[in-house]
């Protein structure tokens, strides 16, 4: 039994279909582009059990403009990805145009997202990711160009931030009128500041304020949705058009078969048991073995996600620890074949937060960042360095 009829039906909700464009998203659902995560054997497990926007771990426009190997992965879907979207991240408008201009002409995406929510403090601290709205001047420049050139394939383009820096300097606001002014699809927003990082609780109220600040497009709200009852619960106190689940779908790809059913006002959702979830984990490594080509790598990857997969069901300590560092398939197999197929779901055990937390810290930021709105020449010459090494955030 992997499928359960709750008893609650306050979930029930009547949200229309999400419009990005000239693109229409039955499910108003988008899967968070996470670096490290979001490759195309977990948007795979993801998209075989619910509907939605599934976007690709974030790709820097520098390293996709010099078409680097690793680039033109991040850029690849499956062949049955009906939206292929990619989220770009970059510091110069030039660049930034050149990566989109690329995507378009040679047909690579369906929808392009601009990242501007890294917290990371080696991109941060030359004004990169979550900094870089503080700088109208930079950022206007930076979405208009890729606006511009997204729409001369009629890609809808969108943008994903954070509240801001810190409490005391937060953008998204402004940002957020600026992005609409410049003819986005729609804005997200992660409820946290930079200085936040992953820790707290996301403020949806933000979101709620986004909302009503830009009523002409849609708004798409991001942080803390570890369920549909979550998802449901963001869309009634925020009022936004679609919701972006990151961290609560690490190690349970299920959640998006939750959150259609929950979006189309059924209580059913998905209660995998040991015998499903162990042919799940097994799934997704040989799905990576195909992203990568190499059995190595796809097995090193698989290891991060093995917490989120077994959280809360029992697995014994010695063979946690086997799982948690799996050399290959055949030895995963046999792992695997050591739990209790007979185990059923475990309740709540296996729900709620996982994946980043951490703990809030000041957000490192180049000399003077915060003096003005408009970036120096000095401060220009340090942003060259803000996307190189890069991974997410
Ligand atoms: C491992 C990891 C990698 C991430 N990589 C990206 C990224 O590449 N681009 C981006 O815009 N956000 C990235 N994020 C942030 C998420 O997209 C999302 O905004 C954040 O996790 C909050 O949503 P959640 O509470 O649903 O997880 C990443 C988050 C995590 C945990």
Known sequence: MTVTDLPSSDTKLDLPPLKLGNITVDTPVVLAPMAGITNTAFRRLCREHGGGVFVSEMVTSRALVERTPESMRLISHDP?????SVQLYGVDPETVGKAVRMLVEEDHADHIDLNFGCPVAKVTRRGGGAALPWKLDLFTDIV?????????????????????????????????????DAGVAAVALHGRTANQFYSGKADWDSIARLREA?????????????????????????GVDGVVVGRGCQGRPWLFGDLMAAFEGSDTRHRPGMAELAAAVYRHA????????????????????????????????????KLAAVPTLEVLRGLLDQLDMSEGYPGTDAEGPRGRAGSPKRTALPAGWLDNRTVSNTQEAELAGAELDVSGG
């Not at 509240?163 to 606001?173: A, M, V």
């Not at 497009?217 to 963001?234: F, Q, R, T």
Request: aromatic share 6%.
């Open 144 to 180: 208009q160009t890729a606006v511009r050139e997204a729409s001369v394939g009629g890609l809808p383009l969108t943008i994903k931030m954070r509240k801001g820096i810190d409490e005391d300097h937060l953008t998204f606001l402004e940002a957020g009128r600026i992005a609409r």
């Open 286 to 321: 040989e799905l990576l073995v195909d992203t990568f080509d190499d059995e190595n790598k796809a097995l090193r990857d698989i290891r991060k996600h093995m917490a989120w997969y077994f959280k809360g069901y029992v697995v014994g300590g010695d063979l946690r620890a």
């Open 214 to 238: 830009l009523p002409d497009i849609p708004v798409l709200g991001n942080g803390d949705i570890w369920s549909a009852e979550d998802a449901i619960a963001m869309v009634r106190q925020t």
């Open 80 to 84: 049955d990805e009906q939206i292929r």
